[in-house]
């Protein structure tokens, strides 16, 4: 059974506690946005066999919605984190790493 | 030894005929030679999509100049790996459309292959189980026969006398009746698979098991090739008609498609005498249940929530449905399970597949089938084959085109249809 540790209350929650979120990280496209973008938004996911970011809510426990980096070809969970990050923090980089040493982030530090 | 020859046409006289040679001389059903250095059309995935759209080319358009490649083995992945439902009871019209031509297809399937799929058209009912269901298949019920889709709603009563064993009053979820497919059924997957490859081989078509593709080569956002484990492949025109790696395949020719990957579960118990002779779907408690011919019980439950390329699911899951069956069904409470896995399927957005061409010419798709895709193999293949030798869709793949999520037509069949589909 799939167990993700609650990066806000800290309880190593089972499967049947947590709720999915799907793709963690994206970006939304306000009114601005074009409409490629807005399909881009809503629909086009990412959907990597391997490394995957994604969104989880601890629905039967503290309530809170944290990202949890895991990998989809192995089901091997390399962290959580809290919501309020635009990126996998370093530690859970280097977790990736220990795996799959060739694995690079889509995301350049600097944003 | 088998021989590598083509099987001839099987008949009661064949089998007479190799009863005297001590059915030593059949020939192969089909033929496993290695690839050319280019076909016309190649197709990607040999399971039963890529496989009927392959025989329909063949058939309705006369292109046989194919190469079906598979990287596993023929039929190994999705299309060994469901329960075998068939049915068209959907709600909105380009789902009953294509999903009906499906199952009148599968109807004529095995003397149109000339082998025996053993389609049963045993019935199917769908389990009405809170007042929401109720007016949701009835409306359902009045949708199908606009569509001319023959479905009926029926009364608890009438649902006992289909299906004596189960359990009216359960203590969760009463039935307040049924949405009841007298047409639907199942058919022997494997055997699907294995007659359009029999079918396709005796055109000439090539079926290329154990090739991975590596590479999409592509030169003016035309395709020219798939670079393969096999070597090169050149192609005029590409189908990519694989369940649970169509992003893989996608991002390999450089675009991305609205879909993620989820594993889905059955499982079988062991064979018991003949007990239920329709078969029964219960989408409030994720429970699907049908009796095979072999006499077991073939179980089917709902999708995890969360990406996943493992072909193997969640454990939770497994207890839900069957917590929900034995719920309705009392006496299958201490059976036991013999074998259980797990499918990848490709999920999108509307729960309705994508039938359509993509950002790169000649270059066609055909995904998304959800847990829906065995009852479609035959309509879906006739529709790609429409799609892929006439560039453009033809009346059943008209809806499914990739444009409908950017522009918001969505065939919207998830609530009407829930998980199990």
Not at chain 1, 29 to 50: I, M, Q, T
Not at chain 1, 56 to 72: E, P, Q, S, V
């Amino acid at each position: 059974m799939l167990i993700l540790t609650c990066p806000y209350c800290g309880v190593a929650a089972e499967e049947t506690e947590l709720q999915p979120g799907g793709e963690a990280h994206l970006k939304r496209v306000g009114p601005e946005g074009s409409d490629d973008e807005l399909e881009g938004y809503l629909f086009a996911r990412k959907n990597p066999k391997g490394v995957h970011f994604e969104r989880w809510r601890h629905a039967y426990g503290c309530g809170k919605w944290f990202l949890a980096a895991r990998d989809t070809a192995t089901l091997q969970v390399y962290g959580t984190y809290k919501a309020q990050t635009t990126h996998p923090p370093a530690d859970v980089v280097s977790e990736i790493r220990k795996s799959r040493p060739d694995w690079q982030p889509d995301w350049t530090q600097a944003e | 030894m088998p021989t590598a020859t083509p099987s001839g046409r099987y008949s009661v006289f064949a089998i007479a005929r190799q009863a005297l040679r001590q059915h030593q001389n059949w020939g192969r059903a089909w033929v496993s030679p290695e690839p050319r250095e280019r076909y016309k059309v190649v197709i990607v995935g040999a399971g039963g999509h890529g496989l009927a759209t392959a025989y329909y080319l063949g058939k309705n358009f006369g292109i046989t100049d194919i190469a079906v490649i598979e990287k596993g083995w023929l039929g190994g992945g999705n299309t060994g790996r469901n329960t075998t439902i068939i049915r068209s009871n959907y709600l909105q019209d380009p789902s009953a459309a294509i999903y009906d031509k499906s199952l009148k297809l599968y109807e004529t399937l095995s003397q149109d292959l000339n082998y025996n799929v053993m389609f049963s058209p045993r019935g199917l009912i769908m389990l009405a189980q809170t007042e929401h269901e109720v007016r949701g298949y009835k409306r359902t019920v009045y949708a199908n026969n606009l569509q001319g889709v023959s479905t009926e709603w029926i009364e608890p009563a009438r649902l006992k006398e289909l299906v004596p064993i189960i359990n009216l009053d359960g203590p969760r979820y009463p039935v307040l009746g049924g949405l009841y497919q007298a047409r639907g059924g199942t058919a022997r997957h494997d055997a699907v698979a294995w007659g359009y490859a029999r079918a396709c081989s005796d055109m000439g078509m090539h079926i290329i098991q154990n090739c991975e593709v590596t590479g999409i080569e592509t030169d003016s956002g035309q395709v020219r090739a798939v670079n393969t484990s096999k070597g090169r492949i050149g192609c005029e025109k590409l189908a990519l008609v694989v369940a649970g790696h169509s992003s893989q395949l996608a991002e390999m020719a450089g675009f991305r498609l609205p879909i993620e990957s989820v594993a889905l579960q059955a499982l079988v118990s062991e064979p018991i005498k003949p007990c239920m002779d329709v078969v029964v779907m219960a989408n409030t408690v994720h429970g699907y249940l049908s009796q095979s011919d072999k006499g077991e019980m073939v179980v089917g439950g709902g999708t995890d929530g969360y990406n996943n390329f493992t072909q193997r699911g969640s454990w939770h899951h497994v207890e839900e449905t069957v917590r929900a069956l034995v719920e309705t069904f009392p006496m299958i409470s201490r059976l036991k399970m013999l074998r259980q896995w797990g499918g990848i399927v490709d999920m999108t957005g509307d729960r309705s597949p994508i039938l359509s061409g993509t950002p790169v010419g000649n270059l066609y798709v055909n995904c998304g089938w959800g847990t829906g895709g065995f009852k479609g193999i035959p309509g879906s293949g006739w529709a790609m084959a429409e799609l892929v030798a006439n560039g453009s869709p033809g009346p059943l793949a008209a809806d499914f085109g990739l444009g409908r999520f950017r522009e918001g037509r969505f065939i919207d069949e998830s609530v009407a249809a829930g998980v199990a589909h």
